[in-house]
């Protein structure tokens, strides 16, 4: 263990005897999702206290990680990180509490909030949203589907939308949407404001910028070469094959 840094991911109101194993599989692999690096991470315990996780990675990997973490603190982070991060708030608020995400100096790097936040709010309201953002995840029941859009102002908004309108924007997945709808208005004691709860009424695609496009390349966080055009006439030559 002398060369790994621990990470401590703490849910606030469980206990290793009480947390459901399921929820906490569900908590994983959110987590992996937000850190990256699932070959180097490892866990190595769990204590009481709350419930709370031990996380390791190897030493190489420590830089990594912790870039990955204070960029998700500011926000530029790849998309699935910020997804991940929202998620797991979402989660501990539905679970009705909190939790934090410790560095290895003991720092809380990553808090989440989670049921602290609606108790932060000052006032609510029931009004019109429309905002932008990218549709990722998509559940279809029998009477309505259940939408998550990560957007760039409010974090992942969770929105519904009639069964056959949401049948329609499966074909938008990943896509950047201008959304219309009624929502839930949140704003807390630092005047930040939060949407939720939204019923979509009506969708339009967002035309994509090539700084945008670029920037979303970017964030897929991949292993780039040095000479990207060299490389795609390599891959030309050879069929399309990248091997």
């Known amino acids: 263990m002398t060369n790994k840094a621990r990470y401590t991911f703490k849910i606030e109101g469980f206990t290793p005897e009480t ?18 690096l699932p070959e180097q991470l490892h866990l190595v315990g769990i204590f009481e206290s709350s419930h709370g996780t031990y996380l390791a990675v190897d030493g190489e990997a420590r830089k990594r990680v912790d870039e990955r973490l204070l960029k998700i603190r500011d926000g530029s982070a790849p998309k699935t990180a910020l997804r991940a991060r929202d998620q797991i708030n979402f989660m501990l608020q539905e679970d009705g509490t909190s939790g934090e995400f410790f560095g290895p100096d003991g720092a809380n790097v990553i808090p989440f909030p989670g049921k602290r936040a609606e108790e932060d709010v000052i006032y609510s309201i029931c009004d019109q949203a429309v905002f932008s ?3 990722y995840h998509i559940a279809v029941s029998r009477d309505q589907v259940k939408l998550r859009v990560a957007t760039d102002t409010f ?11 949401g049948i329609e924007l499966r074909s938008f997945l990943d896509e950047r949407l201008q959304i219309t709808g009624r ?19 009506d969708y339009k695609p967002v035309q994509t910028s090539l ?33």
């Not at 947390?19 to 990256?36: E, H, S, T, V």
């Not at 974090?155 to 309108?165: D, E, Y």
């Not at 929502?183 to 009424?201: F, H, L, P, Q």
């Not at 945008?212 to 070469?225: C, F, I, N, Y």
């Open 19 to 36: 947390m459901p194993f399921g929820r906490l599989i569900d908590y994983y692999a959110q987590l992996k999702q937000m850190l990256g």
């Open 133 to 135: 953002g990218e549709v």
């Open 155 to 165: 974090g992942v908004v969770f929105c519904v939308a009639p069964r056959k309108m």
């Open 183 to 201: 929502g839930t208005w949140k704003r807390t004691s630092d005047g930040a404001w939060t949407v939720s709860d939204v019923t979509i009424t």
């Open 211 to 243: 700084r945008e496009t670029v920037d979303k390349l970017r964030a897929l966080d991949m292993d780039w070469p040095e000479d990207v055009l060299d490389e795609i006439d390599r891959i030309e030559e050879r069929g399309g094959q990248f091997n």
